[in-house]
Nanobody, 116 residues
Framework: VQLVQSGAELRNPGTSVKVSCKAS????????IEWVRQAPGQGLEWMGK????????DKARKFQGRVAFTVDTSTSTVYVELNSLRSEDTAVYYC??????????WGQGTQVTVSS
């Protein structure tokens, strides 16, 4: 099982960023993918999840209206897009596979830096 994420991003405040997570080594539609981030000096923060089978999503209240999770089953890839970026969004973003309630496999992380 592998989850491979896209590379580091640098964005200005007020813009958007889209991070990808490409899955391999298992049946892609069988497991939810969750997104978690970690800001400098902070703990892990859950952002939400997506069901690759039907595209259904669940978002943390904090990100409602500012985040979108999408899936491309043809390439076994899920995406998180965060809009209206601010400096507090600077963090490492991770995707992880949910297996029976545990995040059993993780992507390598994508550094997103928001700075003018």
């Amino acid at each position: 099982v592998q989850l491979v994420q896209s590379g580091a991003e640098l964005r200005n405040p007020g813009t958007s960023v889209k991070v990808s997570c490409k899955a391999s080594g298992y049946t892609f539609t069988r497991y939810f993918i969750e997104w978690v981030r970690q800001a400098p000096g902070q703990g892990l923060e859950w952002m939400g999840k997506i069901d690759p089978e039907d595209g259904g999503t669940d978002k943390a209240r904090k990100f409602q209206g500012r985040v979108a999770f999408t899936v491309d089953t043809s390439t076994s890839t899920v995406y998180v897009e965060l809009n209206s970026l601010r400096s507090e969004d600077t963090a490492v973003y991770y995707c992880a596979r949910n297996e029976g309630g545990s995040l059993s496999y993780w992507g390598q992380g994508t550094q997103v830096t928001v700075s003018s």
